[in-house]
């Protein structure tokens, strides 16, 4: 069964850095397309960032040069540093599994929370 | 900046069929934006349904349906159901960048 678990959420100030984690399991990271997408508080979905399974990496330009996507492959898990944090970053952060197409985000994880406030 | 256009809210009764858009301020959407459609229930993540314009997971209705519909990509509610009263999104892909686009999401109510 394919699960994606998110963490690393929380209060940060703005300025500061936080990083995120999506554990996976039931298939592997490395081999797959993965992708992060946030929600802002009772707004729409937004795509921040993919990283390919050849490893290249793309971000949506409002995280351009904050946001970080990587992986660690032994412990097939994604993550996302966030850093020069603002009060429009806050959002539940969701990381997904891109299957078929490059748009089929397929499987999603439960999500976390960050919130940018001071 | 690339904006993609959902119909902010729809109302259909239940029984009824009722088509969702989404559109491209860049022009035609055409299969190469491989158009993707998701159903997000409140405090829910969300669900994919419809991948590269009308393809289901083994977990969609077989009420849903996507395709092309002037210019735009469409999902299709048949004989629409009370439980999918949700917010749906739409998701294309432009290439090049490359880029990823949300729509800003339809709320289906089943009234």
């Known amino acids: 069964e394919v699960q994606l678990v998110e963490s690393g959420g929380g209060l940060i100030q703005p300025g500061g850095s936080l990083r995120l984690s999506c554990a996976a399991s039931g298939f592997i990271v490395s081999s797959n397309y993965m992708s992060w997408v946030r929600q802002a508080p009772g707004k729409g979905l937004e795509w921040v960032s993919v990283i390919y399974s050849g490893g290249s990496t793309y971000y949506a330009d409002s995280v351009k040069g904050r946001f970080t996507i990587s992986r660690d492959n032994p412990k097939n898990t994604l993550y996302l540093q966030m850093n020069s944090l603002r009060a429009e970053d806050t959002a539940v952060y969701y990381c997904?599994?891109?299957?078929?197409?490059?748009?089929?985000?397929?499987?999603w994880g439960q999500g976390t929370l960050v919130t940018v406030s001071s | 900046q690339t904006v993609v256009t959902q119909e902010p809210s729809l109302t259909v009764s239940p029984g009824g069929t009722v088509t969702l858009t989404c559109a491209s301020s860049t022009g035609v959407v055409t299969s190469g934006y491989y158009p993707n459609w998701f159903q997000q229930k409140p405090g829910q993540a969300p669900r994919a349904l419809i991948y590269?314009?009308?393809n289901k997971h083994s977990w969609t209705p077989a009420r849903f349906s996507g395709s092309l519909l002037g210019g735009k990509a469409a999902l299709t509610l048949s004989g629409v159901q009370p439980e999918d009263e949700a917010e749906y999104y739409c998701l294309l892909y432009y290439g090049g960048a490359p880029n990823w686009v949300f729509g800003g999401g339809t709320k289906l109510t089943v009234l």
């Open positions: 997904a599994r891109v299957l078929n197409t490059v748009t089929d985000l397929d499987s």
């Open positions: 590269s314009t009308s």
